[in-house]
């Protein structure tokens, strides 16, 4: 898999609610992403992640979305995040996460739902848990960290 990178950290003060982009952050180790209302989740959805070209298809569709508008701590580009299974690593900056969860049941329909009647996070997002903290920011290299046994 060829190295990725980051394009957006984003962060919310409350849970439910579109992220907003913020210059960097701290991803601490079993914890999630410093400042952010999913960190100290306990389990395994930590930190989120989306790809700009999951996006991208919102984008075609008419919605002006921007990054963390699909409630995503990071938009990664360049990585095949459907390609990962559970238990594989990415490195991030600095950081070790380890994919925990490929899409998600969605509840409530959000705004992006109510507006086109479709959204790509529950299909395309993934999640993942902590296992070495760091600093992560935009331009930060996404690489495929091999799992003995996976």
């Known amino acids: 898999m060829h190295p990725g990178k980051v394009v957006a950290v984003s962060v919310s003060d409350r849970k439910g609610q579109k992220k907003r982009p913020v210059p960097f952050a701290q ?3 079993d914890h999630g992403l410093e400042g952010d209302a999913h960190a100290g989740t306990s389990g ?3 930190v ?3 790809a700009v070209e999951s996006a991208d298809k919102m984008r075609a ?3 002006p979305v921007g990054h963390g508008d699909f409630a995503e701590n990071l ?3 360049g990585v095949n995040l459907l390609s990962l299974r559970i238990g594989e690593r990415l490195r991030v900056g600095e950081a070790l996460l380890e994919i925990s969860q490929i899409g998600k049941e969605c509840h409530d329909r ?3 739902y109510q507006q086109i009647g479709d959204c790509v996070m529950p299909r395309e997002g993934i999640f993942g848990r902590v296992i070495r903290g760091g600093r992560v920011a935009p331009g930060d290299i996404v690489v495929f960290e091999p799992v003995e046994g996976l």
């Open 44 to 46: 395994h959805r930590q």
């Open 110 to 112: 959000c705004a992006i």
């Open 75 to 77: 938009t990664v580009e």
């Open 61 to 63: 569709k008419g919605v």
């Open 48 to 50: 989120s992640l989306l």
């Open 27 to 29: 991803l601490v180790a």
